[in-house]
């Protein structure tokens, strides 16, 4: 399919699902917007039993926002530009503490459109110091990309996306490249993304337990293809569309909110597991290559 059929906002369902997990853990905003957003959801989680593998997903996710931020806070970063932000209000936390941020937080038209809805009802942007503005984007598109980008004043800018690469085939992440680095090559900064993620093996795929309706979406959106093959491949990747990987964010997993809970229904021949988990995603901060 050709990105101008391709319908993204069949993915926005997803931002959804993982603000209901992301509900129960201590990021900022998460709970009290989660309790707005109740109802039927993409993945058929088990809310009602919330097993072991429940929490390892809102492990996985709390983790994956977390380490966004650490890297974030690794940057003097003034100007930020968060794609395919979803329901995260990382830029609303961003400006309320600090004045001196430009923070533009984007996704698509119907995702911005809720999650404003979600802001004026819980008045959340009362308190906010710096610049906070929530702008519909579709990150593929380069005219309206950079129209967004010439709202910041001068300076570098730091670009951060967790959650969308996966969604997007070979070609069109190779476009989002090419955007992205046209912009920092001219501005400067960086872009911090927590979309490594490699595929999983037949083993794990076999182990991960998933409802119909989270296996079909996979399928749908070729989450599993669109995976780099291993880290290797992806710090290639980035390197032939000329972004050098300079640093990577380390988990802090005993700092997770979600542990206590996780750790209540960690299963024995889990606890006594002398290996650790497998690393099946990274979150990376990478540099354009620039040629004198
Ligand atoms: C898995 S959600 C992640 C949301 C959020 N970043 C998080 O981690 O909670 C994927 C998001 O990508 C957005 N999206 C999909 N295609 C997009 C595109 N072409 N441009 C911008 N956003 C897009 C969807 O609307 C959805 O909000």
Redesign the pocket.
Known sequence: MSEDQKD??S??P??KS??LM?GYTNIPYARETASLLQGPEVFDLSFDEKDFWFWIRVMH?EN??WTVDQLLKQTDAKNILE??????FRGLDLCVRDKSIHYID???PE?VAVKQDLINKLQLDQQVQGNFELLP????DESDFDAVVSRFEEGPLTIV????LM?LSTEEKKRLCKIIHKILGKRGGCWITADIYVKRTADMRANLPQSRSESAFFEKHNIEENKFENYEAAEAFFKSEEFELVKEATPDYGQLSVMPHLLKVLPEEVRNRKEPPPKIQATWMLKPIIHP
């Open positions: 993204y906002t993915i926005s997803s931002a993982l603000l992301k996710f994956r926002y794609l395919s932000s979803g329901y995260s984007t996704d698509l995702v984007l579709n990150a593929l996306n967790e959650g969308l969604y």
